[in-house]
């Protein structure tokens, strides 16, 4: 089955610097992939994923680049605000006959200081 | 508001004794999960059903068990439970390769 493994687990920056996240994946049919955020106490969010046709995503401060051959993507936050601070999950699935299971990363703890 | 809800919210329970925790979507989303959060081991799957009638088992499926008797609910359960079982439950619901939407949470505390 897919294995997700996400990097740093722990990432401290300072307000305006960037910010980044990576993730590697073990299925090679994996097709989607999306990044989630999760506010102390609340639900996981989805803020933006990508398919595995396209290489490059981005919305406003926040990007995804995709690599399907070295089979890793990463989130890049751009510009960080105290407000970003929070987890933020990878996942990873394999789309085929309608349905897939998402698999999630171990999660990265993302601290911006003002 | 149309989304997710779970209950409990939050439960203490005695090691041995049987729980299961509500899960109901009003999205008539087709797939529905269960995953479990620990500190420092992300979100885990636990049990999935991608349509009424159909379940499936995920990363972690022991001493679990889900139904799928149609498309709103899908309830987990544990049997007898123990304290590995302590964690923040999420249920999640999608609709084909859509977003994937998450409920407020299950915290159990197993002792």
């Known amino acids: 089955g897919e294995n997700v493994e996400q990097h740093p687990s722990t990432l401290s920056v300072q307000e305006g610097d960037s910010a980044v996240i990576k993730c590697t994946y073990s299925?090679?049919?994996?097709?989607?992939f999306p990044w989630y955020k999760q506010e102390l106490g609340k639900r996981p969010q989805l803020i933006i994923d990508?398919?595995?046709?396209?290489g490059e995503k981005k919305d406003q401060r926040i990007a995804v680049t995709l690599n399907k051959t070295a089979k890793h993507f990463s989130l890049h936050i751009t510009e960080t605000q105290p407000e970003d601070s929070a987890v933020y999950f990878c996942?990873?699935?394999?789309?085929?006959?309608?349905?897939?299971?998402?698999?999630f990363g171990a999660g990265t703890r993302l601290a911006v200081h003002p | 508001i149309a989304g997710i809800t779970q209950a409990p919210t939050s439960q203490i329970l005695a090691a041995g004794r049987r729980m299961t925790l509500r899960c109901t979507q009003d999205?008539?989303?087709?797939?529905m999960y269960w995953y479990r959060q620990d500190l420092g081991l992300g979100l885990r799957l636990i049990h999935y059903?991608?349509?009424?009638?159909?379940?499936g088992k995920g990363e972690v499926p022991d001493g679990y068990s889900v139904s799928r008797a149609n498309t709103d609910d899908f309830p987990l359960t544990l049997a007898s439970a123990v304290p590995s079982q302590t964690s923040v439950y999420f249920c999640?619901?999608?609709?084909?390769?859509?977003?994937?939407?998450f409920g407020e949470g299950s915290r159990l505390t197993v002792l």
């Open positions: 999205m008539r989303h087709n797939a």
């Open positions: 299925d090679s049919a994996s097709n989607y």
């Open positions: 990508i398919r595995s046709n396209v």
């Open positions: 059903s991608n349509t009424a009638g159909t379940t």
């Open positions: 999640a619901s999608r609709q084909g390769d859509g977003e994937l939407f």
């Open positions: 996942a990873a699935a394999e789309f085929s006959g309608g349905y897939n299971k998402l698999i």
